[in-house]
């Protein structure tokens, strides 16, 4: 299965839509700067004239505005904006791909293998398995890949012939086959229930209007 790759926002230095703030935050939205996420949870903001170091949860910037006079300076706006506007990613996350879609997606900045809005199930949604076109309900999506996560036997989820056109860097999403399940005055209770893995991709969203109408519980 072969997937684009989606850049994120330009790192060259650029200005925001003037919206018609003045002062600092006017400035933070005109003046042509480059907001670049690092390792450590700050940013650094290339500006036209120097380069300064962000921390947006301590609130604090090594520009001389800050440093003598301990202003909400023109930089820490930037990067408040720029998180606010998806255009970095905020503390705690990283730029990553969807290991579906390959669109443009902030994950955690730990590694593993993770889905865009799209295409990651809730928790409790029904699926189909895009193999057997069988009716099954998602009880986690982890974000461990196909190629390493086990099952009770020992294998690898990504070495299962039925999952061979599907991508071994996918997460691993869990899910129970609604068959299999006691439903009763409108209730379906999947407790006890063997949890199945599968790649992402296998599994197919059913649309909300083909969804069935009930109440799930033991999830």
Do not use: Q, W
Request: aromatic share 6%; proline share 6%; hydrophobic share 35%.
């Amino acid at each position: 299965m072969t997937h684009s790759v989606h850049t994120s926002a330009s790192t060259a230095r650029h200005t925001l839509p003037d919206d018609g703030l003045t002062g600092r935050a006017g400035r933070a939205r005109r003046e042509p700067m480059a907001v670049r996420a690092l390792r450590d949870d700050t940013y650094l903001v290339d500006t036209e004239h120097d380069s300064y170091v962000v921390d947006l949860d301590g609130r604090s910037c090594t520009c001389p505005d800050y440093r003598l006079r301990g202003a909400r300076c023109k930089h820490l706006r930037r990067v408040a904006m720029e998180v606010n506007e998806g255009l970095v990613p905020p503390p705690g996350k990283r730029d990553g791909v969807c290991a579906v879609c390959g669109e443009s997606v902030f994950v955690p900045v730990d590694r593993g293998s993770y889905l865009c809005p799209a295409h990651s199930p809730e928790r409790g949604e029904f699926v189909r398995d895009r193999e057997t076109r069988s009716l099954l309900l998602v009880t986690r999506v982890t974000s461990e890949r196909a190629d390493e996560r086990e099952t009770e036997d020992g294998t690898v989820v990504a070495d299962y012939g039925s999952n061979a056109e599907y991508g071994g860097h996918e997460p691993v999403i869990e899910a129970v086959y609604v068959g299999r399940a006691v439903t009763e005055n409108g209730r379906m209770n999947v407790a006890g229930l063997r949890r199945y893995s599968f790649p992402a991709s296998r599994l197919a969203r059913v649309p909300a209007a083909l969804r069935p109408n009930l109440a799930v519980v033991g999830v």
